[in-house]
């Protein structure tokens, strides 16, 4: 286990920090206030060499930095992981960054992540409803040994989400239904069914939500890949 303490990992961050690339982040939705600008290469190179240290993640996280809570989900330790951090921690999301990072890094591994997913794509607020669809996405590209059959009562959940207009919502809704039916042909199969529905639908955010995976899923090389396996 590393012996690094907060402290010195928000030093080490800090002293790293690029004014320039801090000041980028604003382009992509991403907020500044609480940066100190580094890459995620910077960051992952840099939690490599702490490896897994869930008290060192933490601490990291109540740091509030967004650099340290970027790195905490990389140097967080996925058996430990309780539910009450998960639920406290995506009450804090403020970026579709660092959901994602969270989500795709560490939570995805965490058994408890199923639950999570049915649970947050409910809620209201913007980046704790997207959490729970990015979950289902990760989940569907991490987790090697799930059932099809999990993964199809999704689909329902996804369906009932994809009228959510709200940017960061909608795009993790499709983000999951594209990641499901990247799995096997027969959950690409139910996929492509329930994008075109969506594709039908009166309502424009639904529209979009379905055009947006079908565009991916009937891609060629998405075909070629669930028919092989």
Known sequence: ????????????????????????????GLPTEKAFGLSVATIKQYAK????????????????????????????????????????WCREFDSWGIVDTVCFTL??????????????VKRKPEFERRAGFVLMACLAAHDKTAEDQRFLEFLSLIEKGSDDERNFVKKGVSWALRHIGHRNAKLHAAAIKTATRLAASDDATRRWVGKDALRDLTRPAVIRKVTAR
């Open 1 to 28: 286990m590393s012996t690094t303490t907060a402290a010195e990992a928000v030093a080490w961050l800090k002293a790293r920090g690029n004014p320039k690339f801090r000041a980028g982040l604003a382009r992509y």
């Open 107 to 120: 939570w995805d591994r965490s058994p408890l992540a199923w639950k999570k997913a049915t649970q947050w």
């Open 49 to 88: 060499t702490r490896g897994r240290d869930h008290d060192l993640a933490v601490a990291l996280w109540k740091t509030g930095w967004t650099d340290a809570r970027m790195l905490a989900a990389m140097v967080g330790d996925p058996d430990r992981v309780t539910a009450a951090e998960m639920d406290a």
